[in-house]
């Protein structure tokens, strides 16, 4: 079997698999950046907030520094609750985004929009018009989270 070399994710690749900005986070608080470069408290809407899919936190180098993926809930405070614990440090990844002062860009991506980094990463465009989508009874967030990280390295997540 061929061992891909993992290369970290970066803001282009996921823009070209069709992220989009939700906004900055400071130390696990959203913030919008305003025309004077201070940091604007933001509040995001239900439906940014519980979205099914997956959430990255960009680094200023643009790197990306970690992933969270939120499923269908019954709550609704899906993303609400992973930057609470940012804020909290319930990890080793969350303790430092808590304390860094650092500004992270966060995106998002549909789980129906995950092809590009998962089953078909790699795989030139023709190839990848072949790749299967998710969509299999048993493929879960869990599993696409696992492809995520046998093909991309983050800076503060590990797996």
């Given at each position: 079997?061929?061992?891909?070399?993992?290369?970290?994710?970066?803001?282009?690749?996921?823009?070209?698999?069709?992220?989009?900005?939700?906004?900055?986070?400071?130390?696990?608080?959203?913030?919008?950046?305003?025309?004077?470069?201070?940091?604007?408290?933001?509040?995001?809407?239900?439906?940014?907030?519980?979205?099914?899919?997956?959430?990255?936190?960009?680094?200023?180098?643009?790197?990306?520094?970690?992933?969270?993926?939120?499923?269908?809930?019954?709550?609704?405070?899906?993303?609400?609750?992973?930057?609470?614990?940012?804020?909290?440090?319930?990890?080793?990844?969350?303790?430092?985004?808590?304390?860094?002062?650092?500004?992270?860009?966060?995106l998002f991506i549909p789980?129906?929009?995950?092809?590009?980094?998962?089953?078909?990463?790699?795989?030139?465009?023709?190839?990848?018009?072949?790749?299967?989508?998710?969509?299999?009874?048993?493929?879960?967030?869990?599993?696409?989270?696992?492809?995520?990280?046998?093909?991309?390295?983050?800076?503060?997540?590990?797996?």
């Amino acid at each position: 079997m061929k061992k891909t070399v993992k290369t970290y994710l970066t803001l282009d690749a996921l823009l070209n698999a069709g992220a989009d900005v939700i906004c900055s986070v400071v130390n696990g608080n959203p913030v919008q950046i305003n025309e004077n470069g201070k940091h604007v408290p933001v509040r995001l809407g239900q439906s940014t907030k519980s979205a099914p899919g997956f959430y990255f936190m960009v680094e200023p180098g643009e790197k990306t520094a970690g992933r969270f993926y939120i499923g269908r809930q019954r709550t609704k405070i899906g993303l609400d609750a992973v930057l609470s614990h940012i804020r909290t440090g319930r990890s080793r990844m969350a303790r430092q985004m808590a304390n860094d002062f650092r500004v992270y860009d966060l995106l998002f991506i549909p789980v129906g929009s995950m092809k590009k980094l998962t089953t078909a990463y790699g795989k030139g465009s023709v190839r990848s018009m072949f790749t299967s989508e998710h969509n299999e009874a048993f493929q879960n967030l869990e599993e696409m989270n696992r492809m995520l990280n046998d093909h991309f390295k983050f800076t503060m997540q590990k797996y």
